[in-house]
C-alpha cells in the first residue's frame, strides 16, 4: 500500500499580506522620515540654488545642460543646506561666529512678530539641551484620556495660584514630525517620568515607537502609591 502523500496548502493570503506590511512598513516609515527631512533641507536653500543653476545652465547648454535635472539641483540645495548648517555649528564656536549671533539676535528683537517666535523657540531648544531641576524631563502624561499615554517633555513647573500646587508644562511633539505638537498643563503628582534622555525620546517619538526600551513605565506614581496603599499584606 503506497503511503498517502500530504496535499501542499497554498499560502493564506491574509497572512502573506500582514507578513509583507510588517516587513515594508519600517522601510516606509524610514522613507517618509528621510524624505521629509531631505526636502525640508534642500527647500531651503533652493530659491537661492534654482536660478543659480538655471543661469550657469544657459551660459553654456551643451556643457552645464544637466544642470537644469530636477534632480541635481534638489541634491546640490541639500548639500548647500547641510554646508551652511555646519559652518553655522563651527562659527558658533568661535568668538567671531558667537558675536555675529549676538548682533543677529539684537537684530529680530526688534522685530515684534519674529522676536517672540524666535524667542520662543530659542528658550524651547535651551531648556531641551539642559538638565531639570527636580523634575525629570521626558515624561509620559494622559493624553488624549486617562487610560493612553504620550511622551512628553517638561518646560516648566509652575505653582497653581491659591493652592500652590505645582504643575508642569509639558510640550507633546506628534510623530513623526516632532517640530509641531500641544503644550499640556499637568498636575506634577500625575505625570509619570522617565529615565529616558532626550535623544532616546526623540528616537522612539521619529521611528513611530519601533525604536524603544524593552520596558517602560505607565502607572504615575500617585497611582502606583495608591495600589501599594490598597493591596493587603
Known amino acids: 500500500m503506497s503511503p498517502t502523500i500530504a496535499p501542499m496548502r497554498s499560502p493564506n493570503l491574509q497572512r502573506l499580506f500582514l507578513t509583507g506590511l510588517l516587513t515594508l512598513l519600517p522601510i516606509w516609515l524610514t522613507w517618509v522620515v528621510v524624505k521629509f527631512v531631505f526636502v525640508l533641507l534642500s527647500d531651503t536653500s533652493r530659491p537661492l540654488i534654482g ?3 538655471n543661469n550657469l545652465a544657459t551660459t553654456s547648454p551643451q556643457a552645464l545642460g544637466w544642470l537644469n535635472d530636477q534632480w541635481v539641483q534638489t541634491a546640490i540645495a541639500l548639500a548647500a543646506t547641510l554646508g551652511v548648517i555646519l559652518l553655522s555649528g563651527a ?6 561666529g558667537q558675536t555675529v549671533l549676538r548682533w543677529f539676535e539684537s537684530l529680530i528683537k526688534r522685530i515684534p512678530l519674529a522676536s517672540t517666535i524666535y524667542g520662543s523657540a530659542r528658550q524651547l531648544l535651551d531648556i531641551l539641551q539642559t538638565k531639570p531641576d527636580g523634575t525629570q524631563r521626558v515624561v509620559l502624561v494622559d493624553f488624549p484620556h ?22 508642569a508644562a509639558v510640550y507633546v511633539p506628534t510623530t513623526p514630525n516632532p517640530t509641531s505638537g500641544y503644550l499640556e498643563i499637568v498636575p506634577v503628582e500625575l505625570i509619570t517620568p522617565t529615565d529616558w534622555t ?5 528616537s522612539f517619538i521619529i521611528s513611530g515607537g519601533a525604536v524603544s526600551p524593552a520596558t517602560i513605565p505607565f502607572s504615575a506614581p500617585a497611582a502606583n502609591a495608591a495600589t501599594d496603599t490598597d493591596t493587603p499584606a
Not at 562659527?91 to 567671531?96: F, G, H, K, N, Q
Not at 532626550?198 to 526623540?202: F, I, N, P, R, W
Request: no cysteine.
Open 146 to 167: 486617562n487610560q493612553m499615554k504620550s511622551i512628553g517633555f517638561v518646560t516648566k513647573v509652575m505653582r497653581e495660584e491659591g493652592t500652590g500646587r505645582e504643575l
Open 51 to 53: 536660478p543659480l543653476l
Open 198 to 202: 532626550v535623544d532616546q525620546a526623540m
Open 91 to 96: 562659527m558658533a564656536r568661535r568668538v567671531v
